[in-house]
């Protein structure tokens, strides 16, 4: 396929499309009713087997570096677009059918997705929405009522599995990959169209107000949409960070030019806050994408993103320099969300960034839960007693017994420090706490919770499904209904496939 960036595509029609979850908030956002989303045709359309009047599908056309390697042509395999369909407050939102079978990029593959990763990829768009992270959406999770084929662990043991189809929503999924396979042709009249398109449809404040497609856009225009990118991705990594996530396939054709969260594969949440922890079992042994790496990982990517662009850009030193910004972007964007984590206020002297990179050294003494200790962070007392803040912090720690050795001296010496911070901005405490628990989530969607949820769904019971998806809605608030939703990961979960690590298989 060359100087084209999509075909149009229909499709291809499943046998019993079920609607097994939606999204309230976007059905309520796009105006369909309660009646219309539980309706047979809701089903239909969202499966691709009927057709949005006046839609005509398509797939895109893309590239990438897969685990920093050049992969060539690679494209929407799976995804099939259906175009645009406008909010109630008249926002132009895509959207998306993943698994609705096969299109000009499919390379062989079946263009369909199981439903074990098309429940993970919808619940944690979700859930990611609900923490505030820039992120795609997920309209609805049709069950197809086909099966499909798998090797779930690569071992030659392929089994069938339940298809399923995610629509996902987003602004845009324009990725990095579309630009890079452009330059990589050598196509640079399409690649300067590509760039135009996107500044004028994704980034319309950039762009002058009289500015219409296809029109020219000026230099500094096209720079100042670079700088954004950077921003935005920087900002959309330090949400990652500070909460523990770890996307696991950050590859070039899985990064939005919007910086939003895209493409849930292996996915996973730090339970223990272990650096160099991957959730991919691909990525296993060399660790590129682990968690400490995302940042940087993510500025690699931008450098791949400036060197497609740059024929059109051309301006190489402006281009450095806005890559050269990128550490401090990030770090800004970090520091401004960990302060609210912990409940600081004007975070980010020399001083306070000691005192993050301590906590942050602390948190690897002993395996301590991320998720769990920065949400009972809040209910320390600080009251000079610091045997009382560590017996609040006690539950997120792994293994037996209470804090001891250097640890508990290196924490101690830490909550001390802590303390006298937070004194130092006399903040109510009652006011502190409630900022706080804004921030700190009382619930992750651990792996291994939905592992559990899915060994059910196997078994066709949804129940845990549907009480993970009540739960990622409103992840701040304690659901006390949820028993489980809120501890450390058990035991068991530790190691087993798909509770801890997860191959691409999907
Ligand atoms: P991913 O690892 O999911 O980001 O996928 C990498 C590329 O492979 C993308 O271009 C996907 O569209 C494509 N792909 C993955 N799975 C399938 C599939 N079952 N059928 C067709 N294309 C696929
Ligand atoms: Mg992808």
Same mark, same amino acid.
């Given at each position: 396929m060359s100087e084209a960036l999509y075909s149009t595509v229909l499709p291809s029609p499943v046998r019993a499309p079920r609607l097994l979850l939606c999204s309230p908030s976007l059905c309520e956002d796009f105006g369909f009713d309660t009646d219309f989303c539980h309706s047979e045709r809701f089903a239909q359309l969202m499966s691709g087997n009927e057709r949005f009047p006046g839609v005509s599908p398509f797939a895109t056309r893309y590239g990438g570096h897969q685990f920093g390697n050049w992969a060539g042509q690679l494209g929407d395999g799976r995804a099939i677009n259906l175009g645009e369909l406008a909010t109630r407050d008249g926002q132009l939102l895509n959207l998306q059918l993943k698994g609705a079978g096969p299109t000009p990029y499919s390379r062989g593959a079946d263009g369909r997705a199981v439903l074990r990763s098309s429940l993970r990829e919808f619940l944690c768009s979700e859930a990611m929405h609900f923490l505030g992270v820039p992120t795609t959406r997920a309209l609805s999770l049709v069950l197809s009522g086909d099966e499909v084929v798998r090797d779930m662990f690569y071992d030659g043991n392929p089994q069938y599995e339940p298809g399923a189809i995610v629509c996902r929503v987003a602004p845009s999924f324009t990725r990095f990959g579309h630009f890079q396979l452009c330059a990589y042709r050598g196509e640079e009249a399409l690649l300067r169209r590509l760039l135009h398109q996107c500044i004028h449809d994704d980034f319309p404040h950039l762009a002058a107000p009289s500015l219409t497609s296809g029109e020219h856009v000026s230099q500094d225009i096209m720079l100042r949409w670079f700088g954004e990118v950077c921003e935005r991705t920087a900002i959309m990594v330090a949400h990652w960070m500070s909460l523990g996530f770890v996307h696991g396939v950050m590859n070039t054709d899985n990064m939005s030019v919007l910086g939003l969260s895209i493409d849930y594969g292996p996915y996973g949440w730090l339970d223990h806050y272990?650096?160099?922890?991957?959730?991919?079992t691909t990525d296993?042994?060399?660790?590129?994408?682990r968690y400490e790496a995302q940042p940087e990982i993510a500025l690699w990517n931008l450098y791949q993103l400036a060197n497609a662009v740059l024929p059109v850009l051309q301006d190489v030193p402006e281009v450095e320099a806005i890559l050269k910004s990128y550490p401090l972007l990030y770090e800004n964007a970090w520091l401004e969300i960990m302060g609210r984590k912990l409940g600081v206020q004007n975070f980010g002297t020399k001083e306070d960034k000691a005192l993050l990179s301590e906590l942050l050294a602390v948190l690897q003494l002993r395996e301590t839960d991320m998720s769990l200790f920065f949400r009972a962070l809040a209910q320390a007392?600080?009251? &000079?007693?610091?045997r009382e803040d560590v017996g609040v912090l006690? =539950?997120?720690?792994?293994?037996?017994?209470e804090a001891s050795g250097e640890h508990l001296i290196r924490l101690s010496r830490w909550l001390q420090h802590y303390a006298a911070r937070v004194h130092r901005d006399a903040q109510d405490v009652c006011v502190r706490r409630t900022q706080m628990n804004r921030v700190n989530p009382w619930f992750v969607l651990r792996n291994y919770l939905v592992q559990e949820a899915l060994d059910l769904a196997d078994e066709g019971d949804f129940s845990r499904v549907h009480q993970l998806h009540a739960a990622l809605q409103e992840?701040?608030?304690?659901?006390?209904?949820?028993? &489980?939703?809120?501890?450390?990961?058990?035991?068991?979960?530790? =190691?087993?496939a798909g509770a801890s690590m997860l191959s691409c298989s999907s």
């Open positions: 272990d650096p160099q922890w991957t959730p991919n296993a042994v060399n660790r590129r994408y007392p600080l009251g &000079g007693e610091v006690a =539950h997120a720690f792994y293994g037996e017994g992840p701040y608030i304690e659901h006390h209904n949820a028993p &489980g939703f809120h501890r450390k990961r058990p035991e068991w979960a530790r =190691h087993r």
